[in-house]
């Protein structure tokens, strides 16, 4: 595949995106109204009407308020579902003393203001624990400026004024200025550094179940995503692209395409994606249904470069093939070599994981619109605005000033959204055609096109002491690579810490610990999926320990508490989980429940699946029991919300279609065949959070996915006797 | 292209369209409703849901031709203020996250409380399967259609001025 080295940029890699997250935008701005927020026509299609701020003052980049006293929070991390569209302002909210049903919420657009790269986006579980004390400060140090304001009206020590309400008072007067009245004034002083923080014990909002401003806006169909953006004279494009992927355009006609009603044109796009480069055609028309019947009589001829003969079938077998090879060393530590073959007990164990699809209920879209100036403005459900105002300008060759980037509401991200490749066709197209254009992927688009999570086998091995102690644990990944098939950059030679994540990280005491990564190429791409590896191989890792607790014979829970002896997170959050569970209190015959827990970047949780014995001779998920450890927590409910949500998607992915491949192409397509769970399936779900304070904050949005599979097949196993070794397994068929 | 002529939401709309449009692309793109959603085109993840005549449809797969002269509701339709007892449920029980698919969730509820004003757990499983959220919003679902069930089917509280009936 030919493409211009210039624009063979990297994916950011899950490490630099890490360390960004947690340092959102530290740089303070002054002075008044920052108009390159203003008066934007994303204003007609905010969540919340009203914007309009011309004389907003500017008290950080974060905070503007105006005379009339209405205050704007700016949000720097995407809302996509996991609630950060409350949580992210109430931090600035609770050190601004305002309530956040007074305030206005706006998404940022990867304005260099508010931070570099990653910054602006949401992924790793990072809004939160990445940003609880720098959003606290924003808003410390604006209430601080406020109050430095009032005092030096009234000519009194900053001392005896404090904040309530969105109003300064002078406590020994009782004299009272408001926000609105102090804004000017206030956005002129210097941004204090270190303002002093509240006691948390004084927090109103922090800690609470504050119910969620967007959620009102989402049951009447007012919120706006990036679908339901809209400039006039829009053109509407739907891609034609190949289904095999790595193919070549050789030809295409359009003259039946472009006899279909509404339909204005048909032109070459490039799909961009890391090191990938795919082509298509666009065919644009006044509204999308014309866009797709034009696209129907489109004839196009590939040259599928003998990428049509990949199939899943003999693609998993050549990971199998790569059970015995040495691969690349991860985490080593003690002799697990020597132990291994020494020990009096040894096991021996395979498992594997399929490739998913993200599938967000909304389809993959983007509105650009390229203006003669070189200067470009789109409308995007995105994780991160930051991510595409970099890419647009890095595929467009301009500026990232020249960017301008509207955050809509997403329509679920799950991962998918920190690829920006349809914002880049929506504005390459822009460009091409003179008009703004929005492109909408089909869900055929989004289901067989990837990027997908990748496939991970794993090999294990393990060995007990003649007291039935695990001794010796070994845990060798075999799949493709995420970052091999996006950056051309990618060194075989070294561990993969994103195909091993967390498998060296779990606290178990077991002296002898290895974990080794066997690479194997593949042609499709790949990319984050909620909770990333951790969401498939936590299912070999979690599954082998039972399969050693069995051989050992010993309970499944008392044997990984005999594993967590040291005062650690995850000790507490599994004897809180035992305890919330009743795992010692007796199942009735033909139910059985399994434990599984996972630690890594993003957090840590463990779970307790119930099931049972159904009537047509299938298993039934009756409960899961989740404890999530968070140190702080910013809204309970909203926690909740995230770990029923991963629960949903976890069982999704181990118990329905995943993504395979037969001659190039995607087996399933849409949603009758890449089945997702539905109500009658949901199992009942009891969250736990564990928040006792601590330096560390731990993720919400992922921790709560890596367990549900590992011990959903525990407990099949408690309840049959039969292991589950290779998801996706169906329930119905144990 | 043919003049065809839509009620929704009690508005007549007479638009120049091909009557083999999916009635969702009519009330999206041409009428200016986006509060349905597209999400998978062929009636299987719920997120077009609207109403003809009170009965749920998925609109990605109904041409425009067959709803023309029967009464259509949208999301936008179902209360003035947002206030249906269904919407404030979904409120109190704080249901959505990202919130597509939840204007199709609301309009299959919708339904099923208006044929079964007290449905049970298998009831709502019945009417609400063919609606996917992937946020896995389903047990908030549920107990916001129990919760809208008992708002909708009590009887409504006498104004405390009003004089008590049949009281001994």
């Given at each position: ?13 899950r ?294 003969t990949f199939n899943s079938v003999d693609y998993e077998k050549s990971l199998r093939n790569l059970e015995k090879a040495d691969g690349v060393v991860g985490h080593n530590a003690g002799d697990f070599d020597k132990t291994f073959a020494e020990a009096p007990t040894k096991l021996e164990a395979f498992y594997e994981t399929p490739m998913v699809s993200h ?56 991962g ?34 990837g990027p997908f999570r990748p496939l991970t086998f794993s090999a294990m091995r393990g060995a007990l002491s003649a007291?039935g102690k695990a001794v010796a644990f070994q845990h060798k990944v075999i799949s493709p690579s995420i970052d091999a098939t996006?950056?051309?950059?990618y060194d075989k030679t070294k561990p993969d810490g994103t195909m091993l994540e967390g498998t060296g990280e779990q606290k178990y005491e077991i002296p002898n610990l290895s974990t080794r990564y066997v690479h194997s190429d593949i042609h499709i791409p790949l990319t984050y999926w909620r909770s990333v590896t951790s969401s498939t191989v936590a299912f070999a890792h979690e599954c082998f320990l039972d399969e050693m607790a069995h051989k050992a014979g010993k309970d499944p829970m008392a044997f990984r508490l005999s594993l967590l ?5 995850a000790?507490?959050?599994m ?17 059985g429940r399994g434990v599984a827990q996972w630690e890594f970047f993003a957090?840590l949780a463990g779970q307790v699946v119930?099931v049972?014995k159904?009537?047509?001779g299938g298993i039934?998920v009756?409960?899961v ?21 991963a629960i949903?998607m976890a069982l999704t992915a181990a118990t329905k279609d995943g993504i395979t491949f037969a001659n190039g192409?995607t087996v399933q397509?849409?949603?009758?065949a890449n089945r997702?769970l ?24 992922e921790p709560g996915l890596p367990p549900l599979a590992p011990a959903l097949a525990n407990a099949v196993f408690a309840a049959t006797g039969k292991r589950v070794r290779k998801l996706p397994f169906d329930l119905e068929k144990v | ?168």
């Open positions: 595949m030919s493409h211009n080295p210039k624009q063979s940029e990297l994916t950011p890699s490490r630099a995106f890490l360390k960004a997250a947690g340092l959102t935008g530290a740089t303070f701005a002054l002075g008044l109204s920052g108009t390159d927020l203003l008066a934007s026509p994303v204003h007609n299609l905010s969540a919340q009407p009203g914007l309009a701020q011309a004389e907003a003052a500017e008290l950080t980049p974060y905070v503007l308020i105006d005379k009339s006293g209405q205050i704007t929070l700016m949000n720097p991390r995407p809302e996509i579902g996991q609630g950060t569209y409350q949580s992210v302002p109430a931090l600035i909210a609770e050190e601004l003393e305002v309530s956040l049903d007074k305030v206005i919420i706006r998404q940022t657009g990867g304005e260099k203001k508010y931070g570099g790269m990653w910054s602006q986006a949401v992924g790793g579980s990072g809004s939160i624990r990445g940003g609880y004390t720098q959003m606290r400060k924003v808003g410390a140090s604006a209430r601080e400026m406020l109050i430095k304001a009032a005092s030096g009206q009234w000519n009194v020590p900053v001392e005896e004024c404090y904040a309530e309400n969105a109003t300064v008072i002078h406590k020994p007067s009782g004299k009272k200025l408001t926000y609105g009245q102090l804004a000017e004034t206030a956005a002129k002083l210097p941004v204090p550094k270190e303002p002093k923080l509240k006691d948390p014990k004084q927090f109103t909002m922090l800690g609470k179940s504050i119910p969620r401003p967007d959620v009102p806006t989402k049951v009447n169909g007012q919120a706006k995503f990036g679908m339901d953006a809209k400039v006039a004279g829009m053109l509407y494009a739907s891609i034609e692209r190949c289904p095999v992927l790595g193919s070549k355009l050789v030809s295409f006609d359009a003259a039946q395409a472009l006899k279909v009603k509404g339909v204005q044109k048909a032109v070459k796009v490039e799909r961009v994606m890391g090191k990938n480069r795919y082509e298509g055609v666009a065919i644009l028309a006044d509204n999308y249904w014309a866009a797709l019947q034009g696209r129907k009589a489109l004839k196009v001829q590939w040259d599928h470069q003998h990428h049509d599938s967000p209920m909304e389809p993959m879209n983007a509105l650009a619109h390229y203006q003669p100036d070189d200067k470009i403005e789109l409308w995007v459900s995105t994780q991160g605005g930051d991510l595409v105002k970099d890419e647009v300008a890095k595929v467009l060759k301009v500026s990232p000033d020249n960017v301008t980037v509207h955050v809509m509401f997403n329509g679920g991200g799950f998918r959204r920190l690829t920006q490749d349809f914002a880049t066709e929506a504005a390459l197209l822009s460009k091409t055609v003179g008009k703004p254009v929005k492109v909408v992927w089909t869900r055929e688009d989004d289901t067989s096109l007291d996006m950056s051309d950059k002896t040291k005062d650690t997170d000790r507490r959050m004897t809180k989980l035992k305890e919330v569970s009743g795992w010692d209190k007796p199942l009735p015959a033909g139910k957090g119930e049972s159904n009537k047509s039934t009756d409960k029991y989740c404890v999530i450890d968070l140190g702080t927590v910013v809204n309970p409910d909203t926690v909740k919300a995230q770990v029923e949500g949903a192409r397509t849409n949603f009758d997702m539905r109500i009658q399936e949901m199992p009942e779900v009891e969250v736990h959070i564990l928040a006792e304070g601590g330096p560390t904050i731990k993720g919400v949005g | 292209m043919a003049a065809v002529k839509l009620t929704i939401n009690n508005q007549v709309h007479t638009l120049d369209i091909d009557p083999q449009m999916p009635l969702l692309w009519a009330i999206r793109d041409v009428v200016g409703l986006t509060g349905t959603k597209f999400g998978c085109g062929i009636a299987q993840c719920g997120a077009c849901t609207v109403h003809l005549d009170g009965n749920p449809i998925r609109s990605c797969s109904f041409p425009v031709s067959a709803a023309a002269g029967h009464k259509i509701t949208t999301i936008e339709g179902i209360s003035k203020n947002g206030d249906h007892p269904i919407q404030k449920a979904w409120i109190e029980h704080q249901v959505p996250q990202c919130g597509y698919c939840q204007s199709g969730q609301i309009m299959s509820a919708l339904a099923l409380l208006k044929q079964t004003p007290k449905p049970t757990d298998a009831d709502i499983d019945a009417a609400m399967q063919g609606n996917i959220c992937r946020c896995g919003t389903y047990n908030r679902i549920r107990q916001a259609i129990h919760t809208a069930s008992t708002e909708m089917t009590s009887a409504p509280k006498l104004p405390k001025s009003a004089p008590k009936i049949g009281e001994r």
